[in-house]
């Protein structure tokens, strides 16, 4: 069944994560379901059965304060709760099964750790992936980044629609300036720079139209920028509310592992940044 799902462990972090999904449920009218995952913290060797019934309790209080706190915020959104045992990315991929997207919250830029939720969850999601920061501007505006690829047309897909319920503007951003951005790999446009932006051009507006037509009502615009992708995407994201990107672009990169502009934005963007898979629904 459809539905948003958001990690929810009663920090800032996760608050303004469940913030924005409440936002999101009630705005695609979908049911949103809070997933709060505990953990005995110790090896299993030194288990202590009533620690463990205690820490599970803790769990459970965490988690219908989250509950409680989305209702408020939306009493017509359809609240659903669900307690897991275990590891986080886990336990939310699995909840996640059915859902439309998933949304988690985010430390502050360049401050996320190795092996982060923020990190591990859109790497392995097959469905798009909130990560929400605090910071960035609130005036809605979304910037998509576009590389003629799968992954971009996703992005796309996803930033479209997220602009027409919201009724944000949407600016689709391609970073021309590194060669797997030539189109059939032609090195010898970056000799000429009005070619290179001939070509490109040509793909960016190609890229967006479809999304044009199927939402008139989206203000959108395009931006080229004879810049390498990460660092045009970057400096787009300072004037953003959401930053959009396919989970994998042009490059080659193993499975579950993040393009490295998406894994860029999620580090360093100053505002959210949400990763879709190249297959969306």
């Not at 953990?39 to 030194?46: A, D, E, K, L, T």
């Not at 959104?77 to 997207?101: F, I, N, Q, W």
Request: glycine share 10%.
């Amino acid at each position: 069944m459809s539905n948003v799902v958001v990690g929810y462990d009663g920090t800032g972090d996760s608050e303004r994560a469940l913030r924005w999904a409440v936002e999101e449920a009630r705005v695609r009218r979908l049911p949103l379901t809070v997933c709060h995952a505990w953990r005995w913290p110790y090896p299993i060797s030194h288990i202590d059965y009533e620690g463990v019934a205690i820490v599970r309790r803790m769990g459970e209080h965490i988690l219908d304060h989250g509950v409680a706190l989305a209702r408020e915020l939306a009493p017509s959104v359809t609240v659903r709760k669900r307690l897991k045992d275990g590891s986080v990315t886990p336990a939310l991929l699995h909840e996640a099964g059915d859902a439309d997207l998933i949304v988690i919250g985010s430390h502050e830029p360049d401050e996320i750790p190795v092996g982060s939720t923020a990190l591990q969850v859109p790497a392995r999601a097959d469905r798009p992936v909130v990560v929400v920061r605090s910071d960035g501007s609130r005036d809605g505006l979304i910037v998509v980044g576009v590389d003629g690829s799968a992954g971009a047309d996703g992005a796309l897909a996803f930033g479209f629609e997220e602009a027409a319920l919201r009724g944000w503007r949407l600016r689709a951003v391609y970073g021309c300036w590194e060669p797997g951005a030539a189109p059939g790999g032609d090195l010898s446009l970056f000799g000429d720079e009005d070619a290179l932006r001939r070509v490109t051009g040509a793909v960016l507006e190609r890229a967006v139209a479809p999304w044009r037509v199927k939402y008139p009502q989206v203000r959108a615009t395009t931006s080229l920028v004879l810049k390498p992708p990460r660092e045009a995407l970057l400096e787009a994201a300072e004037d953003a509310t959401l930053a959009v990107m396919g989970a994998r672009g042009t490059g080659v990169v193993g499975a579950l592992t993040l393009g490295a502009t998406s894994d860029a934005l999620l580090k360093h963007a100053p505002c959210t940044v949400a990763v879709v898979p190249n297959y969306t629904r």
